[in-house]
């Protein structure tokens, strides 16, 4: 059974930093690439970030290229979400997800939801002004 759990959420004021991290389990996590996305209230979950099997690429949306940095640690089937200078509209549940198929992956592109099969069940960051 998969499971993906994410942690490091809370509560944090402006321009503070935090660093979540995403455990994952039952899959063959060097061989599958990642993505977070997180979900404001009230709004639809949207893309963050991305990292390959390898780590060797990475992709970004606009909204947080610059502040924030995806890595993976396969040795230790752990995936990273390093937030820098975080405003309140960072404000929302961050959640970590996996895909093992490259054909899905690629077949949806790194930054849709249908391209992970695997998801975390959240965990909230709230960033105070």
């Known amino acids: 059974q998969v499971q993906m759990v994410e942690s490091g959420g809370g509560l944090v004021h402006t321009g503070d930093s935090l660093r979540l991290s995403c455990a994952a389990s039952?899959?063959?996590?060097?061989?599958?690439?990642m993505g977070w996305f997180r979900q404001a209230p009230g709004k639809a979950r949207e893309f963050l970030t991305a990292i390959t099997s390898s780590g060797e690429s990475t992709f970004y949306a606009d909204s947080v290229k610059g502040r924030f940095t995806i890595s993976r640690d396969n040795a230790n089937n752990m995936g990273y979400l390093q937030m820098n200078s975080l405003r309140p509209e960072d404000t929302a549940v961050y959640y970590c997800?996996?895909?093992?198929?490259?054909?899905?992956?690629?077949?949806?592109?790194?930054?849709?939801?249908?391209?992970?099969?695997?998801w975390g069940q959240g965990t909230q960051v709230t960033v105070s002004s």
């Open positions: 039952g899959l063959t996590f060097s061989k599958s690439a």
């Open positions: 997800a996996a895909e093992s198929s490259a054909l899905v992956w690629r077949a949806y592109g790194y930054h849709s939801q249908r391209s992970y099969t695997y």
